[in-house]
């Protein structure tokens, strides 16, 4: 009911940015309460990175604070991940994710197909 489409990934070298973005889209009646994005590298758990509600409230892994910078426009249905100071450690598929009502008002968890993020040193 609810599609996320990721953009912005790619390879940067250590130190360098990238800023990810990820539109939220349905043909029917939906609802965002947060959006997130979470990352996943080679043999590890997916882990959170960083959430924002629509009323702005944010959260952020230990591992990026001060680095990342999560921001949203919830008239697109967008939520941009702002990535600096890369490191090699951030490399990973970046995972975006959406949740709230759609449809008849069901709640919904919807997650994009993610986007590569390589950080070479």
């Known amino acids: 009911q609810v599609q996320l489409v990721e953009s912005g990934g790619g390879l940067v070298q250590a130190g360098g940015s990238l800023r990810l973005s990820c539109v939220a889209s349905?043909?029917?009646?939906?609802?965002?309460?947060?959006m997130g994005w979470y990352r996943q590298a080679p043999g590890k758990q997916r882990e959170l990175v960083a959430t924002?509600?629509?009323?702005?409230?944010?959260n952020y892994a230990d591992s990026v604070k001060g680095r990342f910078t999560i921001s949203n426009n919830n008239a697109k249905n967008t939520v941009y991940l702002q990535m600096n100071s890369l490191k090699p450690e951030d490399a990973a598929v970046y995972y975006c994710?959406?949740?709230?009502?759609?449809?008849?008002?069901?709640?919904?968890?919807?997650w994009g197909q993610g986007t590569q993020v390589t950080v070479s040193s």
């Open positions: 994710r959406a949740d709230g009502l759609a449809g008849t008002l069901a709640p919904f968890v919807s």
């Open positions: 349905g043909s029917i009646f939906f609802s965002i309460n947060a």
């Open positions: 924002i509600t629509n009323g702005g409230s944010t």
